[in-house]
């Protein structure tokens, strides 16, 4: 059993940055593989990133690949989004997601999420 709460989203100009936090709970929080997905108003939601339990193993979407790093501390139970360069196409609510031991891009796999974070992104 995982929960999780997301934070740090805002208003920003195009080109500016956000950090992205994820605060999880639960005992075997380091043993989950986390992912950052995205839902803007009228379209699906989309993958962002992810990151294995180790960290050793991390996947980006390509339309945010270069712009974002992903990174966890298990110590602390918390991943993090780093989000440069962002443009007006970013705005959305982001959420992270947790599932067991191994990656997936599809939000259809993960099993506990946190009820998102907006960002806003202004020109």
């Known amino acids: 059993q995982v929960q999780l709460v997301e934070s740090g989203g805002g208003l920003v100009q195009a080109g500016g940055s956000l950090r992205l936090s994820c605060a999880g709970s639960g005992r075997a929080f380091g043993s989950y593989f986390m992912g950052w997905f995205r839902q803007a108003p009228g379209k699906e939601r989309e993958f962002v990133a992810a990151?294995?339990?180790?960290?050793?193993?991390?996947y980006y979407a390509e339309s945010v690949k270069g712009r974002v790093t992903i990174s966890r501390d298990n110590a602390k139970n918390t991943v993090y989004l780093q989000m440069n360069s962002l443009k007006r196409e970013d705005t959305a609510v982001y959420s992270c997601?947790?599932?067991?031991?191994?990656?997936?891009?599809?939000?259809?796999?993960?099993?506990?999420w946190g009820q998102g974070t907006q960002v806003t992104v202004s020109s």
């Open positions: 990151i294995s339990w180790n960290g050793a193993n991390i």
């Open positions: 997601a947790a599932r067991q031991w191994t990656y997936s891009g599809s939000y259809a796999n993960y099993e506990y």
